[in-house]
Nanobody, 120 residues
Framework: VQLVESGGGLVRAGGSLRLSCTTS????????IGWFRQAPGKEREGVACVHDDTMYDLHSEEGRFTISSDKAKNTVYLQMNSLKFEDTAVYYCAASSYGCFDSPRAYDFWGQGTQVTVSS
C-alpha cells in the first residue's frame, strides 16, 4: 500500500496550490481518502475527505479548499485557494476502510506528507 503526496511548496498569501495524492496497492473504491494537515506544535487535523464520490469538509475552510478524485488515476486532489499564513503545515493524505472521519485514528494508511508554506 502506498500513498504519495505531491504539489506542496512555498506560496504567497492569497495564492493557490493543488496537492495530489497518488495511491497504489489497494482497491481505490473500497477506501475513503482524506487530507490532513499538521502545523508545528499542533495536532494533526482533518481538512477534507472523499468516499464514493461524496466530498466532505472536515474543517471549515470557508470554501477555500476543494477535494476531488480521479478514479482512473487512483488519485485524489486538494485544490487550495486564497491561502493564508495559518495554512502553513505538512499536508498528509490517508486511506480509511471505515469511511470519512475527522479523527486520524480512523485511517489505516498514510503518505509521507508534503510541506506547504505560505508567506505573509
Amino acid at each position: 500500500v502506498q500513498l504519495v503526496e505531491s504539489g506542496g511548496g512555498l506560496v504567497r498569501a492569497g495564492g493557490s496550490l493543488r496537492l495530489s495524492c497518488t495511491t497504489s496497492g489497494f482497491t481505490f473504491d473500497d477506501f475513503a481518502i482524506g487530507w490532513f494537515r499538521q502545523a508545528p506544535g499542533k495536532e494533526r487535523e482533518g481538512v477534507a475527505c472523499v468516499h464514493d464520490d461524496t466530498m466532505y469538509d472536515l474543517h471549515s475552510e470557508e470554501g477555500r479548499f476543494t477535494i476531488s478524485s480521479d478514479k482512473a488515476k487512483n488519485t485524489v486532489y486538494l485544490q487550495m485557494n486564497s491561502l493564508k499564513f495559518e495554512d502553513t503545515a505538512v499536508y498528509y493524505c490517508a486511506a480509511s476502510s471505515y469511511g470519512c472521519f475527522d479523527s486520524p485514528r480512523a485511517y489505516d494508511f498514510w503518505g509521507q506528507g508534503t510541506q506547504v508554506t505560505v508567506s505573509s
